[in-house]
């Protein structure tokens, strides 16, 4: 990790525990999912108080399973051309299965505070055809999911969760990524755990885990717990489903993860507050304000209005003093070109997630102590705003 003189986006949160697994994953000479993922699924359910987890290759992947287990419920399925409320801002494949599986986009701003999707434009944006709703917690930060929460169940509406960006986050003593019908966790190489590549869906209602079991490899039944009990043929295909497992890597790297996880988010948090204690109020910049109990992905800038014409010389500014920084999130759904495959229709507007994609940016996060490195950031800014001449 460099202290000084450069600030890299991402940090290696690996040591000898991690190199160690993955030998004794090489000297079993058993590689597909076996032991090591069911050990780090059991791990990963005991960790959000969840009945269910299906360990996946990555993160989209988990979303994929997770939105097609609802077209499958033998009650009340998702269908084709249902209506699906998600936020104006997310990574693409929160937004990518819903097109791949028929599904229509009702994009709702996010409140420019928290840069999550904005509640009461949630309720309000409901129709008859609304039958699925979106949070996605936004580097480390909670949605309102208990508003959220309340808000379906009345509604008989289904939530989900995309909590790969917010590992471990809180919001009213439960942890984000338990309050959905299914939810979903990643473990990138830059995320609060990594596998290098792997994601998850956590549920507590075992139709939905039975479906996701059986997604995940091929659509066959040969992973159903009915299946086995009955004896039945294991090459027998229930649903049109994927191949989207995990590796014994996966499962053998993840488990000596999350044992340091309650650590290395406690060592963000630590980070985050000090990055709030140099960036309260700034001139330039506003930041992100938390909301329930931040994880801390990474530390997220945006321009305030009267020196947003300054973007790209502070970009060229970053570059020059060798700091790393990244769109928040994918930004805004409607600024990308994929944008013209998509069957989609915004609530009103999408003014704040405009806005953070064209002003906004993040540095990263790690389980290290990133003071040094903050304070150089500090300096390299205040450097900027003498340059600027803004005072």
């Known amino acids: 990790m460099q202290l000084n003189n450069s600030y890299p986006l991402t940090f290696d949160s690996w040591d000898i525990s991690e190199l160690n697994a993955i030998k004794r994953v090489i000297k079993s000479n058993q590689f597909t999912y076996s032991q090591n993922v069911y050990s780090f699924e059991k791990m990963l359910a005991n960790f959000h108080k969840s009945k269910y987890c299906v360990l996946t290759n990555s993160g989209s992947s988990a979303n994929l399973i997770a939105i097609s287990s609802l077209f499958y419920k033998k009650s009340n399925p998702l269908k084709i051309n249902d209506e699906v409320i998600v936020p104006g801002v997310s990574w693409s494949t929160t937004y990518s ?9 009702k994009l709702v701003d996010i409140d420019i505070n928290t840069l ?8 309000e944006s409901i129709s008859k055809n609304t039958k699925l709703i979106i949070p996605v917690n936004i580097l480390g930060n909670p949605s309102e999911l208990p508003k959220l929460k309340k ?6 509406i289904y939530l989900m969760e995309d909590n790969c960006e917010s590992f471990g986050a809180e919001i009213e003593n439960k942890k984000s ?4 019908l299914v939810n979903t966790l990643s473990f990138y190489y830059s995320h609060h755990i990594s596998t290098i590549e792997g994601g998850a869906v956590l549920t507590n209602d075992s139709e939905i885990y039975e479906i996701l079991m059986s997604l995940r490899s091929h659509g066959w039944a040969r992973d159903s717990k009915k299946n086995k009990k009955k004896q039945k043929e ?3 295909f229930l649903y049109p489903g994927f191949n989207v497992r995990p590796t014994e890597f996966t499962g053998a790297i993840g488990a000596q993860q999350i044992k340091k996880v309650d650590k290395f988010i406690d060592i963000r948090r630590k980070n985050f507050d000090y990055y709030q204690t140099l960036f309260y109020n700034h001139q330039l910049f506003s930041i992100q304000k938390e909301n329930g109990k931040s994880s801390s992905f990474s530390f997220i800038f945006i321009l305030r209005e009267k020196y947003k014409n300054l973007k790209k010389k502070l970009f060229i500014h970053l570059k020059k003093n060798k700091i790393e920084y990244r769109l928040i999130t994918g930004g805004s759904f409607i600024k ?12 009103k507007n999408l003014k704040n997630s405009n806005y953070i994609h064209d ?4 540095i990263g996060n790690t389980a290290k102590n990133l003071k040094n490195n903050l304070i150089y950031f500090k300096k390299v800014i205040n450097k900027f705003l003498i ?3 803004i005072k």
């Open 359 to 362: 002003n906004g940016f993040f």
């Open 234 to 236: 294991i090459y027998k």
């Open 116 to 123: 999550n999707i904005d509640f009461p434009l949630v309720e």
């Open 387 to 389: 340059d600027q001449n």
């Open 151 to 156: 808000l379906c169940d009345r509604k008989k």
């Open 336 to 347: 990308h070109p994929s944008k013209k495959y998509f069957n989609y229709k915004i609530h």
């Open 177 to 180: 990524g338990t309050f959905g």
């Open 97 to 105: 299965p819903l097109q791949q599986l028929g599904l229509k986009l």
